[in-house]
């Protein structure tokens, strides 16, 4: 009897000496280890072919134990491209579109965290779009069925925008841009927008949309466009500088689309270099700034391309009349 209260009081004392622990009740057991817990979330619900993409890892360690070192890795579909991630610490895996983030501490009972991974879905995406992650600790997690997560993605079809310009030279320096922009479909776009950088040209007018003016640019937000339609709009502008170009960009802001190649168009906005002889038979260059052929400049003065004659050589040369 003596030996039994002894052995008794001994294994008293070792549980009263365990940090946390606490003798089970009838019916309970003990619990032990770090309870981590992972939440995936993606935001637009409905992803978009060459829009952002957003996803965001939660993390959290209900205890009762501190998880030591854990380590997080979100794996997104090769339909994603990434942009960015918000933390530091985490960096690219072993795989394409795995991101891996080795916390540097013990993360303790009661602790949360996450991160915000950027992307961009890439133009010929079908979906669904499935990303993963997992959460992990040198720590035993006995309830690891919320230690990962997914998200599926649904793309939507999207659409095909493409813009065509044209250029009329008025008068000097004034030139008229004009715009196509065409709806290969399969959706209506009812927020079409087109931007054009147009450098140090002066914007004058506009017709067929509603543009304004910014610091070298000029943006036009255009009427719905229906699958297989076009709209068409024409710009005035005083050009400025020495080869000015106009470059034009349209797109949806609510639609993906699906061939981003065909967005942009660029044009001169004064007419090309035009080739001037000079003395010795080989050409330069001269802008020509207006519709009217401006004489080009020689050493020996100015040459009129509509009427010159010969100069005659060798000894009875005699000077014209």
């Known amino acids: 009897m003596v030996l039994v209260r002894i052995v008794a009081g001994v294994v008293g004392l070792v549980l009263a000496g365990v940090p946390g622990a606490a003798p089970a009740r009838p019916g309970e057991t003990n619990r032990s280890g770090a309870d981590l817990s992972v939440r995936l979330t ?19 360690n209900a205890g009762p134990e501190d998880a030591v070192l854990p380590v997080l890795v979100v794996r997104l579909p090769a339909e994603v491209q990434i942009l960015g991630v918000d933390v530091a610490e ?31 879905v890439r133009p010929a995406a079908r979906g669904p779009l499935t990303a993963t992650a997992t959460l992990s600790s040198e720590v035993v997690d006995e309830n690891a069925a919320n230690d990962s997560a997914q998200t ?4 939507d079809e999207g659409t095909d925008l493409a813009v065509k310009l044209s250029r009329k030279v008025l008068a000097d320096r004034l030139v008229t841009v004009g715009a196509v922009v065409r709806n290969r479909g399969p959706q209506v776009v009812r927020d079409a927008t087109v931007f054009f950088d147009t450098g140090k040209a002066r914007f004058l007018t506009a017709h067929g ?8 640019s000029v943006g036009c937000e255009l009427p719905a466009v229906g699958s297989g339609g076009r709209v068409s709009l024409r710009l005035a502008f005083h050009a ?32 090309a270099a035009r080739p001037c002889p000079t003395e010795h038979g080989r050409p330069r260059s001269e802008m020509d ?27 009875d040369a005699r000077p014209h009349a």
């Open 42 to 60: 993606v935001s637009p619900k409905l992803a978009q072919p060459g829009k952002p993409l957003t996803y965001r890892a939660d993390v959290s």
């Open 90 to 120: 985490c960096l690219p895996g072993s795989t394409a579109g795995e991101v891996v983030c080795a916390s540097p501490q013990d993360v303790m009972a009661g602790g949360t965290g996450g991160v915000t991974i950027s992307g961009m």
């Open 152 to 155: 599926l993605t649904s793309v």
């Open 209 to 216: 949309a509603r543009c304004n003016p910014y610091p070298g």
């Open 240 to 271: 400025r500088g020495t080869g000015p170009q106009a470059q034009a960009t349209v797109y949806s802001t609510r639609l993906g689309d699906r061939r981003p190649a065909n967005n942009m168009a660029s044009i001169d906005l004064v007419p």
């Open 289 to 315: 700034p207006a519709p009217a052929a401006r004489p080009c400049s020689t050493r020996h003065g100015r040459v009129n391309p509509g009427r010159t004659r010969p100069r005659p050589h060798g000894p």
